[in-house]
């Protein structure tokens, strides 16, 4: 494995494998395999700015993926190389994601949304060879970003662009698509570098509460099992098709099922470029869609656009929400205005994942989180001592199975932390088990703020803040929010004589390169904060003071 990565014990991996949750399977076999039995069959639909509207069968999809890894081949790419993929969602990233995967080489999942301080510090950590992004999204530039981004690491030496300008000195995805390159190497060249299934197949980021984002090390074996299990339990077949509104390089549209998901049982991926709803609403109708997903933030967004207007959505059959819990009501009213079945997912970039179950009871679905994705995982409810707690009480959630990564990379310090002595993952979630073995997500345990799906390290925004030269001293907590769930609200104390406003705070952050869902969303300057009885501030008082004052409002 991967030098600064942790594998699973020799005996857990044999467990897993001899019970079938693992198959050795790497994720461009997963491909391959799909592509055998389903050739004809639609596996990719999406537009992107330079190669327009596509629609890839398998036999399309295979083809794209084996020409592109060959030219990654050719351009010095290698076994084990990192190449940070920042992109949205276009055809060309499950072009490169794949072929990366059929040379060997670790995809690291960037969002769109993320900044200089966010990658550059990923291209550093993780030493990437290579860099994959669009030319311009969303009105922002990422040439210029991949230019500051090379300059704060030198082992970034390929800027790869899926976009309308490559400028010299990087490569234009598109133009590799086109050009043939597979009769310059052996027939058999790619299945020579096919990688060990234990072997390191995605790197994903983890939120982190400790400033810095943390670099999830998934495998093929473990990656592959989530996506199975997931798929099964949203009956997934080769007649299904999902669309992809969220990032899908986040762990949930990517391998929850997700992308992996969808290919594994040969169903059709359909792209949503933007998850507004008249995109979303329209290709559900026009593609059939039969599963999506989403955070409550977007599915809130679509049942509102429904009030005013008429989609066909007979063919959904599954809506699975995750990111955030989905409360009661919301889930009633997308059960009566939708009429098809609703998941709960929770999850984490490490591997831990709980769902409903179809069959379940309406109660089940719309009060809990449901139970472990699979018959390996186990888990415990702990309270500050380390001690199990009761059926029916609040405690920390740890959790260990076949999804679950055994370490971050290169992070032996925090390991420490993270995980027991007997390698169960410390989560920070906070939850409650019923009495049929459901788990109710409770919060984090830890200085978290869950924006829609999004999390925003506290510690990373209040140490941004304190350079402020007007700041004497901050706390950012989380307050509560109808759409998003939780926002971020920020307190501080100011230097005497000097003012801070709301825009001024904003405007400093945002010239910190930092992503634009971390910037505080109220401004609260006070003369002090409250402190606990060891002299710490009192965050929740602060989360109690801000939510009051929205209710006053």
Aim: hydrophobic content about 40%.
């Amino acid at each position: 494995m991967l030098k600064g990565c942790t594998p699973w014990p020799k005996e857990f991996a044999a467990r897993y494998m001899a019970q079938g949750y693992w198959e050795n399977v790497t994720l461009g076999d997963m491909l391959d395999r799909s592509a055998w039995y389903f050739p004809k069959r639609e596996a990719l639909v999406g537009t992107s700015p330079v190669l327009g509207e596509v629609r890839d069968t398998y036999a399309d999809l295979r083809k794209k993926v084996d020409r592109l890894a060959f030219h990654l081949l050719r351009i010095g790419l290698k076994p084990l190389d990192r190449v940070i993929l920042q992109m949205p969602n276009i055809p060309e990233f499950v072009y490169i994601y794949f072929a990366l995967q059929k040379i060997g080489a670790i995809p690291v999942m960037s969002l769109p949304p993320h900044r200089l301080s966010e990658v550059g510090y990923i291209a550093q950590h993780t030493e990437a060879k290579g860099y994959v992004i669009p030319s311009e999204f969303r009105n922002f530039n990422y040439l210029e970003l991949a230019k500051d981004v090379q300059a704060q690491a030198p082992t970034l030496g390929c800027v790869m662009v899926a976009g309308t300008e490559a400028p010299s000195g990087t490569v234009a995805l598109a133009e590799l698509l086109e050009r043939p390159v597979e009769d310059q190497y052996p027939r058999d060249q790619l299945r020579s570098l096919r990688p060990e299934p234990t072997e390191v197949a995605v790197f994903q980021l983890s939120g982190g509460t400790t400033g810095r984002q943390k670099v999830i090390p998934h495998t093929h074996n473990d990656y592959v099992c989530c996506c199975k299990f997931s798929a099964f339990r949203v009956a997934h077949s080769q007649y299904s098709a999902f669309l992809a509104s969220a990032p899908v390089a986040h762990n949930f549209s990517l391998t929850a099922p997700g992308l992996h998901g969808t290919i594994y049982y040969g169903g059709k991926t359909v792209l949503a470029l933007n998850p507004d709803p008249e995109t979303v609403l329209s290709l559900v109708e026009a593609e059939r869609v039969t599963y999506m997903n989403g955070v409550p933030t977007m599915i809130i967004n679509w049942l509102n656009a429904l009030e005013g207007a008429h989609y066909d959505l007979s063919s959904v059959q599954v809506i699975a929400g995750g990111g955030f819990r989905v409360n009661v009501e919301l889930g009633r009213r997308a059960k009566e205005k939708l009429g098809f079945n609703i998941q709960q997912n929770f999850g984490m970039g490490e591997g831990f994942h709980t769902c409903t179950r179809l069959d379940d009871l309406e109660e089940v679905i719309l009060e809990t989180q449901g139970r472990p994705l699979t018959p390996g995982d186990e888990f415990k409810v702990m309270d500050d001592n380390g001690v199990e707690v009761p059926v029916g009480e609040m405690g920390e959630l740890w959790g260990r199975g076949p999804t679950v990564v055994r370490g971050y990379y290169n992070a032996e310090e925090h390991n420490r932390e993270a995980y027991g002595p007997e390698g169960f993952y410390k989560t920070g979630d906070m939850v409650i088990q019923d009495d049929r073995g459901n788990l109710i997500v409770e919060g984090r345990k830890k200085d978290m703020i869950n924006r829609g799906g999004e999390k925003i390290s506290a510690e990373e925004v209040e140490s941004l803040i304190m350079g402020h030269p007007s700041v004497l001293t901050t706390a950012v907590v989380a307050m509560p929010d109808p759409v998003f769930g939780e926002k971020s609200c920020a307190y501080v104390i100011l230097h005497p004589g000097k003012t801070l406003e709301f825009e001024e705070l904003k405007e400093f952050l945002m010239n910190k390169q930092i992503a634009k869902f971390k910037l505080p969303e109220r401004l609260e300057v006070v003369d002090e904060l409250p402190l606990t009885s060891v002299g710490k501030i009192s965050k929740i008082e602060l989360r109690k003071d801000i939510a009051e004052k929205l209710e006053s409002t």
